[in-house]
């Protein structure tokens, strides 16, 4: 204990420095409004059905074994139950789009402190990889997305592109389509998120307390120190706390790359009779030194070159990515009587990405076909504030046999961002190729000083109907949002004075509905239509016109699947065709970067299938297989017509199997198929690859202590391969990552 103190304290101490046997108690088991099968989850809240039986016993706060609760797969990898808006509480089978459920154990194997997120997307076929150190990007039914589109306990918009962290997360769910209007919108920048909703909870106190300490090596010497601590207060344990730290420090497996991270999240819930309160708060303080992985693509380019090594350092004197900030969600809960709900939703977040040295602007270096680079740079900065509320009620009626959950809410949202100014045109600072590196010759700029970039309003109407009738379900839902988005214009590229306001008003209303059918208990076929309008997008870095706000973009989906779940198994097939409005990058004259423009529309049309759970006593696995025909349509004079997306590949598929030959004993192997994919309009293609991954993870003891001890390989034959991102810009892969991690449960 002392041992665990100790670092305790040096944790809190080095977090402080930045920026100016396990003890049981007795459990009782009795039913109760909150964690029983009688109630649901809505964005976070509760909504309840009937009674139970013998009221006076409701009393008793029991949190329960929230495993149990989502009803998880043999395996710990894929719950079985939503958590996102109207269908938290939902089974699988009664949920009319694709989604998957991801675990603790999920996280923790797959992600790390040197890995994107997408290594654990990846786990959905759904999903190709485009993340870095630096960036947790990823595509989703061939759409880009990252962390700005990311639900934080049913509040969407508090986590940023840069700077999404995992631990303190208890579970996250993928969930398909254009949905986001019906559960609340926020305002994303760069990225919108019509490929589907990517939905996180926190970790929250359970009934046994819970005292986990963890330490990780990785890379060249990346060293995490993590601490989780959980436990319920009280007469009836209605109190609960939970807080994860975290101390990160070392050097990533890309050669030149330095982290240094400092970071603490609270959970605080509060749970009675006929109300719950939920307060996730915390600190995160991240610098990344080095670490540029990604190209723009110079016009001239027919092909790309030669992959050169994934540990290549491109990194120059003073390129640095440096955030720090705080965010915090709260929910409330209110059971009025067995027929009314209400509940209240609240999230903000504060983040300065305050330092921001990258090439070209932060877009990246520009790459010519001989594998030479444009060596330039500038500071960068853009600090943001955000802000969401959200208010609503869900009433249970009966309309002689159907059942109907009604839910109607309403939302406000807000996002400001600054930008870095005053700090001259790019400057070249060197030379350099894809094969011998960086040669620089000049320091690298360092003012940071900002100016307001763009702010968004936005404010949205929803109402839900889920339906319940015999072996059906029905959803039907309809959204209505209004936003206003300003970009600001200054007299040139140093000055601070503001020459006007582009203003982008826009307002829609979008239905979402959706039909199931039950022929018997392990098998739904389900329909469904969604649609989305977002607020404009901003357009980021990559292109010229950085800062203007581009029309707001339409998108509708159209679904059809079948699930199966019986003997521990879970298969899912499904075949959907999207539509959105077409991003393009036109190229001009006298300009390094091209500019993001409207033209047509992407239609992306696919099939995807999956498998979950235990195919014996000893084996699980999951996986699954997409397909993906994603052509332009309806552009300028059809001189795009028919051309493949960028950063569509056909085919991806993952694969993943563990083997446990004993309790003590857990063998892990994954293997990702990316099929080759365009960029530049199909003017260049990456190659397609298949990288595999390994893992072994040892139960033990201490003495008395339960303790798990695991080693993670991440692309064991170090394969170097090119990954699509955006329209004319590609990543290089990382390389063979070592991860080992001992964790104690105390």
């Known amino acids: ?83 996102t808006g109207f269908l938290s509480g939902k089974n699988t089978l009664d949920v009319p789009f694709t989604q998957m459920n991801f675990t603790e154990k999920a996280m923790e194997t797959f992600t790390g402190p040197d890995k994107p997120m997408d290594a654990l997307l990846a786990n959905s076929p759904s999903v190709r990889q485009t993340g870095s150190i630096l960036h947790g990007d990823f595509f989703f039914r061939g759409l880009r997305t990252n962390g ?73 010497g990346l060293f995490g120190e993590y601490l989780d601590y959980g436990e319920r207060f009280g007469d009836k344990k209605e109190w609960g706390v939970r807080i994860t730290t975290e101390n990160l420090n070392g050097r990533t497996s890309v050669k030149g790359t330095k982290i240094n991270g400092q970071g603490i999240f609270a959970n605080i819930d509060h749970t009675t009779e006929h109300a719950k309160d939920n307060l996730f708060i915390g600190y995160r303080n991240l610098d990344i030194q080095g670490g540029l992985r990604w190209f723009i693509l110079d016009s001239g380019v027919t092909k790309l070159p030669a992959v050169p090594k994934g540990s290549n350092d491109y990194s120059f004197d003073g390129m640095v990515k440096s955030t720090h900030g705080w965010l915090m969600t709260y929910n409330h809960d209110q059971k009025f009587n067995e027929h009314w709900d209400g509940f209240f939703n609240f999230g903000m977040q504060r983040n300065n990405l305050d330092r921001n040295v990258m090439a070209n602007g932060g877009s990246g270096y520009v790459l010519k076909e001989d594998g030479t680079l444009t060596v330039t740079a500038k500071p960068g900065a853009t600090p943001q504030e955000y802000y969401y509320w959200q208010v609503g009620t869900t009433a249970h009626y009966n309309t002689g046999d159907v059942k109907h959950d009604i839910t109607l809410s309403y939302n406000q949202a807000w996002r400001n961002r600054k930008s870095a100014y005053n700090n001259g045109s790019l400057v070249n600072i060197g030379t350099g190729d894809l ?8 320091a690298a700029p360092t003012k940071f000083d900002t100016r307001w970039n763009n702010k968004t309003r936005i404010k949205s109407y929803s109402l839900v109907d889920y339906m319940t009738y015999e072996k059906w379900n029905a959803v039907l839902g309809v959204h209505k949002h209004e936003a206003v988005s300003n970009a600001y214009k200054y007299k040139n590229a140093t000055s601070s004075e503001v020459t006007g306001i582009d203003r982008m008003e826009s307002d829609d209303t979008s239905p979402t509905y959706g039909l199931i059918y039950h022929p018997n208990e392990n098998m739904s076929i389900y329909a469904s239509h969604s649609e989305n309008f977002d607020c404009g997008t901003g357009v980021n870095t990559t292109f010229e016109n950085f800062g203007d706000v581009l029309p707001p973009l339409k998108t509708k989906q159209n679904e059809i ?54 195919l014996t006593d000893k084996w699980n696995v999951f996986g699954g297989l997409s397909h993906l025909d994603a052509k332009q349509e309806k552009t300028t004079k059809g001189q795009l017509d028919g051309v493949r997306v960028n950063g569509t590949s056909q085919w991806t598929a993952v694969f993943g199997a563990e083997y446990n030959p004993n309790e003590s004993w857990s063998i892990l192997g994954r293997g990702i198929y990316t099929g080759r994919t365009p960029v530049m309009n199909e003017k260049v293609w990456a190659g397609g690859y298949t990288i595999f991954d390994l893992g072994a993870t040892y139960k033990t003891h201490f003495g ?29 892969s990382l390389p063979r990552t070592f991860t080992f991690t001992a964790k104690l449960h105390f």
């Open 1 to 83: 204990m002392e041992y665990i103190l100790f670092h305790a304290g040096y944790m809190l101490a080095s977090f402080l420095s930045r920026r100016d046997s396990y003890e049981k108690r007795e459990n009782v088991v009795v039913p109760h409004p909150w964690n029983s099968g009688c109630c649901r989850n809505f964005r976070g809240g509760t909504v309840f059905a009937e009674e139970p039986a013998v009221t006076q016993l409701a009393e008793v706060v029991v949190i329960g074994d929230r495993n149990k609760e989502r009803e998880v797969l043999p395996g710990d990898f894929v719950y079985t139950k939503s958590q």
């Open 148 to 220: 700005t589109n990311f639900y934080v306990n049913n509040v969407p918009g508090v986590f940023t592109q840069f700077n999404t962290p995992l631990y303190p997360i208890e579970s996250l769910e993928v969930l398909s389509g254009p949905n986001v209007g019906i559960y609340g919108t926020g305002v994303q920048y760069e990225t919108t998120n019509p490929g589907g909703i990517i939905s996180v909870k926190t970790k929250v106190a359970p009934d046994e307390r819970v005292l986990d300490y963890t330490q990780t090596i990785s890379g060249r």
């Open 435 to 442: 094969y011998t590196g960086i040669h620089q010759t000049l």
């Open 561 to 614: 699947g079948f699930k199966y779940m019986k003997n521990d198994l879970l298969w899912t097939l499904a075949y959907y065709d999207l539509k959105q409005d077409n991003l393009i990058s036109v190229y001009k004259p006298g300009f390094s970067k091209p500019f993001q423009s409207k033209d047509g529309e992407a239609r992306h049309k696919g099939v995807e299938f999956s498998v979950n759970g235990k």
């Open 704 to 732: 008395k202590t339960p303790a798990e001890l695991s080693l993670m390989c991440n692309n064991v034959f170090d394969k170097d391969y090119w990954m699509v991102s955006r329209g004319n810009q590609v990543y290089l």
